[in-house]
């Protein structure tokens, strides 16, 4: 069952603002500021810079592959299901736990206007957040875009009220604790930009995803990058440095210092509906991976279940939802942070190095509505990059990342490995460029690909079944060579086209030596294109005795296409879906057991296409 497109432009900037601008802008200042001093400002700032390399690619896999589970469905394309199990496993954890993070996060600043029991207000707002992403991702989007849109007019409210009490002098000096110190710091909150990842696991439900998408991510980007910056200089120039390194809630302490005891309650408010909006994205966004991997059998079925009335991933959902419960409950805030920015690093790593892939497997189907600009410097700096931040992380932090990098390989051994099937783009790649072996590949990342293009695009049903109502069919008793058979359909056209029979004849020929378009055992798919205004035309074959291609290849049941230039999207959508009808492992008995051309014809136009 699909799920529903209804997230527009503003749910896609929201989803992804409100995941950032969370605990990264109303926690983590105090704490990053206690490793680097004012310098945690450039930390945000280099942060924010090396996420545009993996921001940039991630547009443009996931505008090529707009499937639920984000980068863990185009890692799984590009690596196989052993890093696509880890990758999923990784993305999961790190997204859940940062929508715990803005569970834990709600406490401390609720503890300024309520007295209420932290884990009780976490438990409540999870609970709602679960009851909520069940009802529909609609309903969920459009509350996000409510809630960061009031959030962004509080925080600019406190920028302009700041902006004027700033004192200079708590910039000096500067770099407080040197420039490891910042660098450091930078791997620290790197969680901040976590919601470039969320959005894009959302690519199913958004509304022309090939523009909305990017837009919305690099939107998202811009805004917050900014916001941080500005806010966290506000907050230091107006701050005690001492009281700043031990506060969990720098925004409102810092609110209260000029803006006196209602500014702060009005930021603390701002923070309130900030985590909510994380936690209500990390529900949302984390719940799809579990979706996408059982979808590739890296998990059991029940994860695909989709509620009926709703459209929504329940199972998935409801897993999610119970794992940040507990997560609430026993993890500690710093290691937390640490381990989830650590995940998110390498993920991000992963999104340049499977976007060279894709771009070097020379897959023809691989169809981004958007291409990431300076390819492949871009790529190769955002892997460097990725690479010197995990490093400045720490050891302990490393070999805890390891730890869950192990649990993921240990999932694929015991349980995925036997039932994944899924092929490659790396497969492709070490076919490019070796040996240009036909056998290496099993096709089914190409096949997956053209579906991926053709439900982008919409199938135009009505056109493909008015082409195969209107189709020749061509019932061959005798064994025939490939060019009398090629003859044989040109005179059988040549009316129809406005063309000599001579040059379509040449056309085909030409085309077959271009390569072959016998796609499989006794399978052949001549196409060509013409010019002119020509609507496209097909012509059935059935070849009792087989038709003789070149290399003693012999082909029972062919499907001859002649498409105008002008049609060349239609063309494929229409090869794609013959292709598919006849990968049914019935197809071949039926198609020789059908006793006239209208019981041919009907086996096209009645089968399930998706």
């Known amino acids: 069952m699909e799920l529903k497109k209804e997230l527009t432009l503003l749910n896609v900037f929201c989803i992804a603002t409100g995941a950032m601008i969370s605990s990264g802008l109303f926690i983590l200042p105090g704490l990053a500021f206690a490793k680097a001093g004012p310098s945690v400002i450039l930390s945000y700032a280099i942060a924010g810079i090396f996420c545009l390399p993996a921001l940039l690619s991630m547009a443009e896999l996931t505008t090529a592959m707009p499937k639920a589970g984000g980068d863990y469905f185009y890692i799984m394309r590009g690596f196989g299901p052993l890093f696509g199990t880890i990758a999923g496993f990784c993305t999961w954890f790190s997204l859940s736990l940062k929508g715990s993070f803005a569970l834990l996060g709600m406490g401390a600043y609720l503890s300024i206007i309520t007295h209420l029991p932290l884990n009780v207000i976490a438990l409540y707002c999870c609970l709602f957040f679960i009851i909520l992403n069940l009802i529909g991702v609609k309903e969920a989007g459009n509350f996000q875009s409510f809630l960061v849109l009031g959030l962004i007019g509080i925080l600019v409210g406190y920028i302009s009220s700041g902006t004027t009490k700033v004192d200079l002098g708590n910039f000096s000096p500067f770099f407080t604790h040197g420039f490891n110190a910042m660098f450091a710091t930078t791997s620290f909150v790197f969680i901040s930009y976590g919601g470039l990842t969320k959005v894009a696991a959302l690519a199913e439900e958004i509304k022309n995803p090939g523009r909305v998408l990017p837009l919305g991510m690099i939107l998202s980007i811009g805004v917050t990058s900014i916001l941080y910056a500005v806010v966290i200089f506000v907050t230091i120039g107006v701050s005690d440095a001492a009281s700043l390194k031990t506060t969990v809630t720098p925004i409102s302490d810092a609110a209260g210092i000029f803006g006196g005891n209602f500014l702060k309650i009005i930021i603390s408010v701002g923070a309130f509906l900030a985590f909510i909006s994380t936690a209500n994205a990390g529900i949302m966004t984390a719940s799809r991976y579990p979706l996408g991997m059982s979808r590739d ?314």
């Open 297 to 610: 059998k890296l998990l059991p079925s029940v994860f695909q279940k989709i509620s009926k009335r709703f459209k929504t991933p329940y199972i998935s959902i409801l897993f999610t939802g119970f794992f940040m419960i507990v997560s609430i409950m026993i993890l500690k805030l710093d290691l937390l942070v640490k381990v989830a920015s650590s995940v998110l690093i390498l993920l991000y790593i992963f999104a340049n190095l499977t976007l060279i892939l894709f771009r070097e497997s020379k897959i023809l189907s691989y169809k981004p509505k958007f291409y990431a600009p300076f390819y492949p410097y871009l790529q190769v700096l955002g892997v460097l990059g990725g690479v010197f931040l995990l490093i400045e992380m720490g050891t302990v932090i490393v070999f805890m990342t390891t730890i869950l990098l192990l649990l993921g390989f240990c999932w694929y051994k015991i349980y995925a490995q036997k039932r994944a099937s899924q092929n490659s783009a790396l497969i492709h790649v070490l076919e490019h460029l070796v040996a240009k072996d036909k056998e290496l590949a099993s096709g089914n990342l190409l096949t997956e690909l053209k579906e991926i293009v053709i439900k982008r695009e919409g199938l135009i049903e009505e056109k493909f079944g008015k082409l195969v109502e209107e189709s020749r069919v061509l019932d061959i008793i005798e064994p025939i060579k490939m060019e009398d058979f090629f003859k044989e359909i040109s005179e059988f056209l040549h009316k129809e086209l406005n063309l000599s029979a001579k040059e379509i004849f040449e056309k085909f020929v030409y085309r077959e030596k271009e390569s072959s378009t016998v796609i499989a055992n006794g399978l052949a798919i001549p196409h060509i294109f013409v010019r002119g205004k020509n609507e496209d035309k097909l012509v059935l074959v059935r070849a009792r005795t087989g038709i003789i291609f070149p290399q003693d290849q012999l082909v029972h049941i062919a499907f001859v296409l002649v498409g105008a230039f002008g049609e060349r999207v239609l063309h494929l959508k229409i090869l794609a879906a013959i292709a598919q009808i006849t990968q049914k492992p019935d197809f071949k008995d039926r198609w020789f057991e059908a006793k006239n051309e209208e019981e041919l014809k009907h086996i096209i136009l009645l089968a399930e296409k998706k």
